[in-house]
């Protein structure tokens, strides 16, 4: 298949870096069994189309015994999106779901009005030792969908379009691009791929979605003659197309989506459009009114922090 457009730049022409709006560089913040990037929010960039959080989970390896343990903690109006480069997770939620994740593979987990999840290494793994490498993102909902039934949805790694040739090996996580469509139900027009490139190979991505951004994680590209390494966030301006190159192997998300239907405020683990909304979703867990996840007893108590921040 033809990876570019009639639009894109002929070989040589010259491209203006202009199209890069913000570049955010997350610093490495140690949680004890691993560490995490938080590429999304921050005080440069807090949303890009439905994202409204993206960490990057290590690369990290966990010793004979040890492994990740996230207890049980509430979200309400967004999905939280997992996909791994490497090891495994173990999600159960308060819809009684319980089951592993692997690379390539995607967990869809909708909040909607409430839900209640744990993620953590298997007990086979800790006998073991095993890795964690891979993204975490949290993506809004439509104001339509905010109140939802919650719901979880897996997504085996051959049901995720590829699309391969010329140096580049596309996974189409969620959304529509380069011409492709992922089976993945979302509540709005929105894009998310792993994409890896080999040297020289060059990605054209066209402004279908107003607010786009890619996420490195390993290698090198170059985007207008400038050069960009693993952990960082390019947001790019609305209208500019975009030829991103391989200066060595790289790996990289793409990411974004039209603008929200309104401002989201979040705080914790709660996203609304409606600040009342997350005040009652606060004192719903302080109450313990969100349904348990089967089988745990154990929780992550509500936080100490300060008012929700609105998120235009």
């Not at 947001?235 to 239907?261: C, H, K, Q, W």
């Not at 996203?271 to 009114?289: C, F, G, L, T, Y």
Request: include cysteine; hydrophobic fraction near 40%; charged fraction near 25%.
């Amino acid at each position: 298949m033809s990876w570019h457009s009639a639009d894109d730049p002929a070989p040589g022409d010259p491209f203006s870096c202009d199209a890069i709006k913000t570049l955010i560089v997350p610093r490495s913040r140690d949680l004890g069994s691993f560490s995490v990037r938080r590429a999304l929010p921050s005080t440069q960039c807090r949303m890009v189309g439905p994202f409204i959080f993206f960490d990057q989970m290590g690369p990290s390896e966990f010793l004979l015994g040890q492994g990740m343990d996230v207890r049980p903690h509430p979200h309400i109006g967004l999905s939280t999106v997992t996909y791994l480069f490497d090891g495994e997770i173990m999600h159960r939620d308060s819809l009684g779901t319980e089951l592993p994740i692997r690379p390539g593979e995607l967990n869809w987990m909708t909040a909607g009005r409430g839900i209640t999840h744990s993620e953590r290494t298997g007990a086979g793994l800790r006998r073991t030792g095993s890795k964690l490498f891979g993204i975490q993102a949290w993506v809004a909902l439509s104001g339509k969908d905010e109140e939802t039934a919650p719901a979880f949805e897996h997504y085996d790694a051959d049901a995720l379009p590829i699309l391969s040739g010329e140096g580049k090996i596309v996974r189409l996580i969620a959304g529509e691009a380069f011409g492709a469509r992922s089976p993945v139900r979302t509540s709005s027009p929105m894009v998310y791929a792993d994409v890896m490139l080999e040297a020289g190979a060059v990605l054209p991505f066209d402004p279908t979605y107003d607010e786009r951004a890619i996420y490195t994680v390993s290698g090198a590209i170059d985007i207008a003659g400038d050069g960009f390494g693993p952990g960082q966030l390019l947001v790019f301006n609305p209208g500019d197309r975009i030829s991103v190159r391989a200066t060595e192997a790289a790996r990289f998300m793409v990411l974004g989506g039209e603008p929200m239907d309104g401002p989201r405020h979040l705080w914790w683990n709660f996203v609304s459009s409606r600040p009342e909304r997350i005040e009652q979703a606060k004192e719903d867990w302080r109450q313990a009114r969100f349904d348990t996840v089967p089988g745990e007893s154990e929780f992550i108590p509500l936080p100490e922090s300060p008012p929700p921040v609105r998120y235009p």
